[in-house]
């Protein structure tokens, strides 16, 4: 949860304080069990995690104090190939999460105003082009495990 919420707090300013704290009340009873969750760990501590479902990244945080050191690359060449992820949706605010996408092969696909719960957050709805960028090669001491 702890990692969650610093990286919603450093990256999605854009989110309402009370829809933050809604979507954090079932982060952990819904959300969490609902996906195949792997976890990135530098030294045995959790630094990030990405949930999967059906070929969808349906979640992908990183602490805010480790964000830029290559976790949340590693995490998604990790769920791309042993998950065979090649769908997510992002939101259409977040430009830093647009432009990491980007920069690894995922193009829009379509676009939708609001966010899945019906929210004033535009989602974008990505997908991994045929020809794509080498995101397996992300370096960092980060180790991602499949919980």
Same mark, same amino acid.
């Given at each position: 949860? /702890?990692?969650?919420?610093?990286?919603?707090?450093?990256?999605?300013?854009?989110?309402?304080?009370?829809?933050?704290?809604?979507?954090?009340?079932?982060?952990? %009873?819904?959300y969490l069990p609902s @996906?195949?969750?792997?976890?990135?760990?530098?030294?045995?501590l959790p630094v990030g995690?990405?949930? *999967?479902?059906?070929?969808n990244l349906e979640m =992908? $945080?990183?602490?805010?104090? +480790? +964000?830029?050191?290559?976790?949340?690359?590693?995490?998604?060449?990790? @769920?791309?190939?042993?998950?065979?992820?090649?769908?997510?949706?992002?939101?259409?605010?977040? !430009?830093?999460?647009?432009? $990491?996408?980007?920069? +690894?092969?995922?193009?829009? !696909?379509?676009? %939708?105003?609001?966010?899945? /719960?019906?929210? &004033?957050? &535009?989602?974008?709805? =990505? +997908?991994? #082009?045929?020809?794509? &960028? %080498?995101?397996? *090669?992300? #370096?960092?001491? /980060? *180790? &991602?495990?499949?919980?």
């Amino acid at each position: 949860m /702890a990692i969650w919420r610093s990286a919603v707090d450093a990256t999605h300013g854009f989110v309402h304080e009370s829809h933050r704290d809604e979507i954090e009340a079932h982060l952990a %009873s819904e959300y969490l069990p609902s @996906v195949a969750l792997s976890v990135a760990e530098i030294g045995g501590l959790p630094v990030g995690f990405a949930g *999967t479902l059906d070929g969808n990244l349906e979640m =992908l $945080f990183v602490d805010a104090a +480790r +964000r830029g050191d290559g976790i949340g690359s590693a995490l998604l060449a990790h @769920v791309v190939r042993h998950q065979d992820v090649s769908r997510v949706d992002v939101n259409e605010q977040n !430009a830093a999460a647009v432009a $990491f996408y980007g920069r +690894r092969g995922f193009v829009v !696909a379509g676009r %939708s105003e609001v966010d899945e /719960a019906g929210r &004033p957050y &535009p989602l974008l709805h =990505l +997908r991994l #082009s045929q020809a794509q &960028p %080498s995101a397996s *090669t992300a #370096s960092t001491a /980060a *180790t &991602p495990r499949r919980r």
